[in-house]
């Protein structure tokens, strides 16, 4: 993994989205030569981070309307369960 440090960052910032751009490999910004954060790509970030997001979102969806069938043990229609899915 390349390091980078602040000062770099700020001299090179176009070079370095370049090179991240081109190898796909993380680059460790280093503050104090303490590691501070990591640089990915927006490959990566899609790929990790807003599927883990849809992912939880689903899940949330599934869960309260698993929740709603449970509470509800009436005969109310599919529609009316959407209906109050919706609105609530």
Do not use: W
């Not at 501070?36 to 849809?54: C, G, H, M, P």
């Not at 709603?68 to 109050?84: H, P």
């Amino acid at each position: 993994m390349k390091k980078v440090n602040a000062l770099q960052l700020r001299q090179s910032l176009t070079k370095i989205v370049d090179t991240l751009k081109c190898t796909g490999e993380p680059i460790l910004l280093e503050k104090g030569r303490k590691p501070a954060a990591v640089l990915i790509s927006i490959k990566d970030y899609e790929e990790r981070f807003s599927e883990f997001n849809a992912n939880q979102a689903r899940r949330k969806v599934v869960s309260e309307i698993s929740s709603m069938a449970q509470k509800s043990k009436n005969t109310a229609s599919a529609e009316d369960i959407l209906r109050e899915f919706r609105e609530g």
